[in-house]
């Protein structure tokens, strides 16, 4: 609740500079000079590492005259029909989506995430006019949103999220003088990395809220097959209804499909502003190889490779369940791959407890974790939210898995 108070509805325009580095680069730092007290094994990256699909390799081998040409910045028309038919078959869409008008292939998700507030700012002149535009992003946050803010010349306004708000920003809470000045609102569904997912209803008064207030809502919905429950996450194309204006949602086949290095994904919805992000993209964005686009379509056809992998991440969590109950503030999440574990009891004067935690896991046990302190930044009060939560990815193989939980026991309870 404390955005609503007036004069504390946002961060110091300036935040200190270690913020807008990688959080790898800081853990790498961080741990620089400390051995492994164990054979090195990374839970630190959301990288999936289930068995990518078998026909990758036949679908790429054909596609291959495809590296000789340079690919269109929209992406082939086959990639955003595929693209197209995927969102209408996995959300409840009130129409269909038009794949010229209202599809871009992307080379992967983060590039989009970025690119798009600069198009974003680009498109609101008048935000200028109320103070310093904003963007606002759910803290912790995926770093490519804040970077994307600030390269487009606005503010990046951290919006807390807690347990108690189901780790989503307090839409209620929001100052009015900061809404008229942002731009875009970032939302992450399933989030990183907490893995909360935001219902339908909250996903559509954020859409009403960016409306309302002339800003973009970017969705970013690349966990959006990893759900650990019953229920499929909503999407803001759903909730938009038959008119897209103002949404846009973001995917991609990195976590749908374990396919990370394939670099390829999509954004979906308002066709004016997707007419203006083409633009852009033609003289500044990285286009997606042909036969990249090839094998994302087969990747998009499929659904059997997405159930196993999420059937597989499902059994992780069961396993963590296990493990994990009633230790470090673990509970479930409803999407995603990661546990993100309370571990304030390790704090001390020089470190947050995540940074405490990582080291102790590293110099004890050979796991490389991530502080939770990285992924997120001062909010209003000045303290980072995060700083003593530690991010774990469960992204190997289900003995792997196991052997990471068995080390973050051993050291952290
Ligand atoms: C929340 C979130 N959004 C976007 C991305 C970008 O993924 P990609 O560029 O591989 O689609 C990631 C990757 O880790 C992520 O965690």
Redesign the pocket.
């Known amino acids: 609740m404390i955005a609503a108070r007036k004069d504390r509805s946002t961060v110091p325009a300036t935040p200190a500079p270690e913020d807008r580095r990688s959080p790898f680069i800081r853990l790498a730092d961080l741990l620089a000079g400390i051995e492994p007290g164990r054979q090195p094994l990374s839970a630190a990256?959301?990288?999936p590492q289930h068995a990518m699909p078998a026909f990758v390799g036949p679908v790429l081998a054909d596609a291959l005259p495809g590296f000789g040409r340079y690919p269109r910045a929209e992406g082939t028309p086959t990639f955003r029909a595929a693209a197209a038919r995927w969102l209408a078959q996995r959300y409840d869409l009130a129409r269909p989506i038009d794949a010229e008008r209202e599809v871009l292939a992307?080379?992967?998700?983060?590039?989009?995430?970025f690119s798009a507030a600069i198009v974003a700012r680009r498109l609101t002149p008048g935000k200028g006019a109320k103070g310093r535009p904003a963007m606002l992003l759910p803290n912790p946050?995926?770093a490519?949103y804040a970077a994307g803010a600030e390269a487009a010349g606005c503010e990046a306004v951290v919006v807390p999220t807690s347990r108690d708000s189901g780790w989503l920003p307090d839409l209620d809470a929001l100052d009015k003088d900061l809404l008229e000045r942002t731009v875009a609102l970032y939302i992450?569904s399933p989030?990183?990395p907490q893995g909360s997912i935001a219902s339908a209803d909250y996903l559509g008064r954020a859409l009403e809220l960016a409306r309302r207030h002339g800003a973009f809502l970017f969705s970013?919905e690349?966990?959006s097959e990893i759900y650990l429950g019953a229920e499929k996450p909503a999407g803001i194309l759903e909730v938009a209804g038959a008119d897209f204006s103002r949404a846009v949602a973001?995917?991609?086949?990195?976590?749908r499909s374990s396919l990370?290095g394939l670099?390829c994904?999509f954004c979906a919805g308002d066709p004016a502003f997707l007419k203006d992000f083409l633009a852009f993209r033609w003289v500044a964005a990285p286009q997606v190889p042909e036969p990249l686009q090839a094998v994302a379509v087969a990747a998009l056809e499929d659904e059997a490779h997405v159930t196993a992998s999420r059937d597989l991440y499902r059994a992780k969590f069961d396993l963590a369940d296990r493990m994990l109950e009633g230790r470090l503030g673990y509970e479930r999440p409803g999407g995603?791959f990661f546990l993100w574990l309370d571990v304030s009891h390790l704090a001390t004067d020089s470190l947050s407890g995540g940074e405490a935690a990582a080291v102790k896991l590293w110099r004890e046990q050979g796991l490389r974790t991530v502080p939770g302190g990285y992924l997120a930044r001062r909010d209003l009060t000045g303290a980072n939210p995060a700083a003593n939560f530690l991010r774990v990815a469960l992204v190997q193989d289900l003995p792997t898995c196991e052997e990471v939980l068995t080390r973050l026991v051993a050291a952290l309870t």
């Open positions: 990256v959301g990288e992307l080379n992967g998700s983060r590039e989009g995430l946050f995926y490519a992450a989030a990183n970013d690349c966990y973001f995917n991609s086949l990195s976590k990370p670099r994904g995603g």
